[in-house]
């Protein structure tokens, strides 16, 4: 089946540090990736939408400049958080997505970020 | 505006009380529907994807069903490690981004 790895799997940080959050397709090219952001007993909320090679597409409230995506590939994808704030901390999770818009969406495990 | 409904929130069942989990869905036009497993603290696991009405799935103990309205997940004889959040996506015909929409989840509880 498709797997999609994401580096780290949780991280603590500094207030004020930069994170990079990476989610990678390991067996299938993912023309688009999506980045969520997650609460403890709460649904999933999209952050963004990229396709590969082009900027990312942000939900309304997400602040781009301080989440920033990179789609450089059709396997890898990125998320800095800059300037982490406590705010921040929460649980991040990617999925990709191959060819088509019918394609299935594939989720990554997920990173546990806290900002001290 | 797409959307996503899924009853009951929270479902605690006995192992082997087999039971069925909903997702009313409200779109133009349906391009796919798909069912999600999320553990805690863990990415949601893909379960199935259904395209158009009539059309069924099964793995193990589930096995989902798909109307013009709706979803059924159906879990037969459950066990304690089918306990998970359940979630609903529906992606629809219409915008170019194609992000589908979530429900926010159906908890399910086995009990041994």
């Known amino acids: 089946g498709a797997v999609v790895s994401q580096h780290p799997s949780w991280v603590i940080c500094k207030s004020g540090t930069s994170v990079k959050i990476e989610c990678r397709s390991l067996d299938f090219q993912a023309t688009t990736m999506f980045w969520y952001r997650q609460f403890p007993k709460q649904s999933l909320m999209l952050m963004a939408t990229s396709n590969e090679g082009s900027k990312a597409t942000y939900e309304q409230g997400v602040e781009k400049d301080k989440f920033l995506i990179n789609h450089a590939s059709l396997t890898l994808s990125t998320l800095t958080v800059t300037s982490a704030h406590p705010e921040d901390s929460s649980f991040y999770i990617c999925?990709?997505?191959?060819?088509?818009?019918?394609?299935?969406?594939?989720f990554g495990p997920g990173t546990r970020l806290t900002v001290l | 505006e797409d959307q996503v409904t899924q009853s009951p929130e929270a479902l605690r069942l006995q192992e082997g009380e087999s039971s069925s989990l909903n997702c009313s869905y409200t779109?133009?036009?349906?391009?796919?529907l798909f069912w999600y497993r999320q553990d805690p603290g863990k990415g949601p696991e893909f379960l199935f994807t259904?395209?158009?009405a009539g059309e069924e799935k099964e793995k193990e103990r589930l096995k989902a069903t798909l109307t013009k309205k709706e979803s059924f997940l159906h879990i037969t004889a459950p066990k304690p490690e089918d306990s998970a959040t359940y979630l609903c996506a529906v992606q629809a015909t219409t915008g170019g981004s194609y992000i589908p929409t979530f429900g926010r989840g159906t908890s399910l509880i086995v009990h041994p």
């Open positions: 259904l395209y158009s």
């Open positions: 999925s990709a997505r191959g060819g088509g818009p019918s394609d299935t969406q594939y």
């Open positions: 779109v133009s036009g349906l391009r796919g």
